[in-house]
DNA sequence: CGTTTATGTTCTACCGGAGCACAAAAGCGG
DNA sequence: CCGCTTTTGTGCTCCGGTAGAACATAAACG
C-alpha cells in the first residue's frame, strides 16, 4: 500500500508527534505499568520531556492516571499510567453464520457487543446490512458516557477493495459489489464510516495483538481462518501482510492437487475443497448442521470416517502451509475459526507432513498452535484496525475535534 | 526480523538525521536533478534547512555538486546534486556456474567487477572462497583513489543464517555449515567482512532499485531466480521478504503436485523437478551443457519436445506462482536467471494458469515480466544492500571515520 | 543595460528535548 | 516522633534544529 517510508521533511512538531507515539505505545504495552519516570526510562529521554508528554496525553484522555496499589518499594510513589478508557474503537462483522459488533476501548477491554447468529448463505445485502446497522446503533447508544468512537471496522469473508469501500464478492454470502457504507452510513449516528476489511485479515490482527499496541503471543505467523471457507494472513513482525490491493492471504485457494475436484474459483483441488467446513463435515460423514463439535467427539470417540476425513485435511493443510512456509518463512501456524477446536486432532500429523515439505524445518521445526475461540475475532480485529489510527497519531486526537479520517 | 519501529524516544539529533537521511534519498532517487532548492520543494522544508543538509552531505562526500548543461529556464542556474561517487559496496557472488565480485558506487554504477565462469557444483568451500578472495583483493587494488568501500555482501545459493554469518545448506554447490568470513576476512584487506545473503533475495534487489534508493521499474512483485535450482523472493513496497529467520522466497520447493517425483529435499513434487534449469533442459531432450539458449532456439523452430517441456514448465511454474499470488496479493512476477531468456516463451501459458487459478485475477491479472540477464544479479544486490547502510544512517559516514558494522 | 526570475545564503524567532536543581512523598532506622 | 534515604514529579535554563524572511547572486529576457 503505501511505502512505509515517509517522504515529508521531518519538522520540530514531527518530533513531538514521534515522541507522544511512543509514550502512548509503550504505555500500552504495559498497561499499569508505567510512570512517568518509567516511560522516560523506557524511551531513554529525560524526566521533564517525559512527564511533559504524558501530561499532554492525560490532557486529551488518551492516557490515565489509574490508583496505585500498596506501595511496594521505597521513595515517592509513583502513579501508574495505562491507556485511556474513552477512545473506543467499533468493530463489526458480518460471516456467513453471524452477525457481530463489539466495541473495544484503547485498553482492549470489551466496552459492549451485540452478536447475533443466523445463516446468512445467501441473504440480501441491503437487509443483512440494516440489521448490523441496527445492532451498532444499539450498542451505540448503551455506551457509557464519555466513550469516544474513534473509528469503525467492518469485518467481511471476501475480497475488499479499501480503498472505495468496496466488497467485490464473497462467495460463502453471496454477495457481489457490494458498499456497505452506502447503507450503513444513516444508522450509526456519532460513528464514523465503518472501514471494511478482510475478515481473516482482521481476525489474524486479534491474534497479533491482544489490545492496541499490547503484542499477543505471536509476533510471526500464518493465520487460517476456517470458517465456511479458509481465509488466511500473514503476519510479520506483528503486522498483518495485506497486500499490493489488500487481497492477500487467499490460502483457501492455493492448489494442493493439480488433479483434484474442481472449486467454484475456477481453479481445480483447492485447499478448500479438503480442509474447509462443508468437505471436512461431508468427508467425515458429519451432517452438514451438527459443525465440527460433533466431528471432534466423534474422532475423539475413535470413528474411523472422522479420523481419516481429519487425516486428509491435515494432509492438505500440510502441502498449502507447506508452501507458504516455504515461500514466507514464517514457521509458526495459527488455527482460527473451525480449525481452532479441532487442532490437537490435526496438530500431529499437520506438524509431520511440515516437517517433511519444508525446506528449513531441519533448522527450525514449523509448529502449529491454536488461535483464540472468542466468536467474532474479525469484529475485534476490526475495532483494533480503527483503534490503531489513535497509535499511530495521537495528534490528531489530542485537540478537542474528533476528526474522522 | 526487527519490528520496524524504533523503541527509543526521538531527540533532536534524529530530527537531523531522519533529514539527511531523507535529502539524501531524495538525491539518490533522481540523480542530477535536485538542487539544494529543489530538496526543499521535495522535502517540504525551508531552503535554508535544506541547504544546510546539503551542505553537510557534500562536506561528508555523501553527495557531489555535479556540472550543470546549458541553463534551461531563466533565473540562477541551480547547481545539481548527484550521490557521491566515493561510498562503494563490494558485492560478491558463488553460484554453480560461476564465482563473481562487482563493486558500484553510490550512484549505481559499476566501477570494478571480475567475473570467473567454472562450473563449482561440489567444488571445496575454502578452494571455491579462497579463488573468490583473491578476485575481490584484486578488484580492490584496481579501485580509483578515493574510492571507500564501506560494505561488503556475498551472495550463494542456499539457506543462509544471516545473524551467524553462516552458510546452512546450499545443495547445489554441495555446501554444509560453511562460514565465509573465516576464509575471506585475511583475504580482503581494507574492506568489511562480507555479509552472506541468499542469491535470489539479493538478486530481487538489483531488480527492485537499479541504484542505491533508484526504484526499478517494479515495486511489487514476485522473483524468480532460475539457477541450476529455482530460488525466489517477494518484494513489497521495493523490500525484499526475508522472512523470520532470512529463509524466505524457497519457491523452488513449493509443491506442485503432491503426486509428483521426489526431490532430494525431501518432499515431493517441488517446483523445481519441473522448471528447475536440469529437469527443464532434460524435459526437452537437450544436452544439460546446451544451455537455455538452445532451448530457446529449438522451440522457436517449432520443435515439439521443446515446446512441451515449456508448456510443463509452464503450468508447473502456474501452479506454484498463483498459490505465491493467493496468498500474497503481488500480481506482478519477474523471472530471472535462465527463466528470464526464455520469459516470451513461457508467458503466455504462464498468465492464463495465473489468470486461471489466481481468485483475485478477474480484478486485476497477474503479469508476467522478464528480469534483466545481466550475469550475476546477486552481486549487484549484495552491493545494493551494502550500499543501503549508508542510505539509512548517512549520519555515521559523515564523521571521518568509516566505522564499519 | 536594466528587469525579471529563480537560486543560494544569512540572520532571527520559535520550538522541543537535555540536563540540572529542587520539591514532594513515601519507607527506613534510630 | 524525627531525620535520612530514595525515588518521583516539576520548574528552570541551555542548546540544537527548523521556519521564515531578507538579502545577495547569477543567469535569461526585452
Redesign the interface.
Known sequence: ????????????S??RA??LA?VL??VCADPGELSRAGVAA????ARG??ARLVDELVAGGLLDEVERGPAARRGRPATPLAPGSRPAGLGMQVDAGLVAVRVLDLRGRTVAERLHEEDLRGSDPGTTLALLGRLGAEVLAGLPDGVRVVGAGLALPG?V?AGRGLL?RAPNLGWSRVRPAEVLAGLLPGAPVPVPGNEADLAARSVAEHAPGRPGPHR?FVYLSGQIGIG?A?V????V???????????G???????GPDCP???TGCLERYAGRLALLAAAGVPADAGPAELRSRAEAGDPGARRALDGAA?ALG??L???V??????TVVLGGHLAELTALLRPRLEEHLA??V??AR??RPEVAAGGTTPAAGATGAALRALDAVLEDPVRWLGGSPQPV
Not at 523506557?42 to 529521554?45: C, E, I, K, Q
Not at 510479520?236 to 503486522?239: T, Y
Open positions: 500500500m503505501d511505502d512505509g517510508r515517509a517522504t515529508t521533511g521531518a519538522r520540530q514531527t518530533l514521534t515522541n511512543l505505545r509503550a523506557a524511551l531513554g529521554t520531556t517525559a475480497l477493495d467485490l510471526d488466511g500473514a510479520l513482525a506483528g503486522r501482510m495485506t497486500g499490493s490491493s489488500g487481497w492477500a492471504g487467499e490460502i485457494h492455493v492448489c494442493v492437487d493439480p488433479a474459483c475456477g481453479s494432509w502441502v498449502a507447506a508452501g507458504v516455504n515461500v514466507l518463512d514464517i514457521p517433511r515439505r525446506l528449513s533448522w527450525r
